[in-house]
């Protein structure tokens, strides 16, 4: 049974880091990219970062260039996203998903619970 698993969230002060991450397991997510998504209260769900298959390419949102590093270790299935900078507008529940994102066997798109980052002085 495919299972994505974010943790690392919480309550940081703007100009804070938070390093988070997606345990992946239920199949071999080393032939996939990955990416790091993020949804605000009363928004839409964004994607922000993307990592390809060995770490080697890596892809980010304008507003988090030079902020945020996403990263993967293949061998423990995890994907990682440094976040260094935080400024409140990056608040919001963190994703983690595959490209293309996961599929229930019902076709319904698979999210894990995400984690929050709350970034407030």
């Known amino acids: 049974q495919v299972q994505l698993v974010e943790s690392g969230g919480g309550l940081v002060q703007p100009g804070g880091s938070l390093r988070l991450s997606c345990a992946a397991n239920g199949r071999d997510f080393s032939i996939y990219a990955m990416a790091w998504y993020r949804q605000a209260p009363g928004k839409q769900r964004e994607r922000v970062a993307t990592v390809s298959t060995r770490g080697r390419t890596t892809t980010y949102k304008d507003v988090v260039k030079d902020r945020f590093t996403i990263s993967r270790d293949n061998a423990k299935n995890t994907v990682y996203l440094q976040m260094n900078s935080l400024k409140p507008e990056d608040t919001a529940v963190y994703y983690c998903?595959?490209?293309?994102?996961?599929?229930?066997?019902?076709?319904?798109?698979?999210w894990g619970e995400g984690t929050l980052v709350t970034v407030s002085s």
């Open positions: 998903n595959s490209i293309p994102i996961i599929t229930t066997p019902g076709g319904m798109d698979y």
